[in-house]
């Protein structure tokens, strides 16, 4: 599938894989190259200002690697799946979070999907993502162990 969305500037990317870099423990290291490649295959990408958060998405059909993803795909036919949303450090608390995702739901329901899915780190352990996954309506459907010892608990939204 090709994304039909425009891709963030160049700059934006930059601001992008900085940002996700902070947080390579609760979402993976990314290189130009790889960003480039997720960007391409998204569902959605939603930034908010110059980037204080952002969220990527792909759907079932997204051509993407990520054994998360895998994992989702062999079990569920139709999905959205949440593959990372991060916030800057200054910009917590101000409901970014919960505006990428309420925007998601929205893009997901009018594509016609039903569900939206996601993980969230076990070990190491994630306790903020866990609280703020519960508050927006998320239920455990799954977990595994990933490769370099990572354990991920997969959780669903019905839309």
């Known amino acids: 599938m090709v ?10 990317r930059a601001l992008m894989l900085d940002l996700n870099n902070v947080h390579a423990e609760q979402t993976s290291l990314l290189d130009v190259s790889r960003l480039d490649r997720m960007l391409e295959a998204a569902f959605l990408v939603e930034t908010v200002g110059a980037l204080d958060a952002f969220l990527i998405a792909f759907d079932q059909d997204a051509e993407y690697d990520s054994p998360n993803f895998l994992w989702l795909r062999a079990r569920h036919p139709r ?21 990428l995702y309420e925007a998601l739901f929205g893009r ?31 239920a455990g459907i799954g977990q595994a162990v990933l490769p370099g010892g990572k354990t991920v608990r997969y959780l669903g939204r019905a839309l």
């Open 3 to 12: 994304n039909a969305l425009p891709l963030p500037s160049p700059e934006m």
């Open 79 to 99: 999905f959205v799946y949440v593959d990372r949303v991060v916030t800057a450090p200054a910009a917590r608390g101000r409901g970014h979070a919960g505006r």
């Open 108 to 138: 997901a329901r009018a594509a016609g999907h039903d569900q939206v899915l996601c993980e969230v780190n076990q070990h190491p352990p994630n306790p903020v993502s866990d609280a703020f996954h519960a508050r927006m309506g998320f």
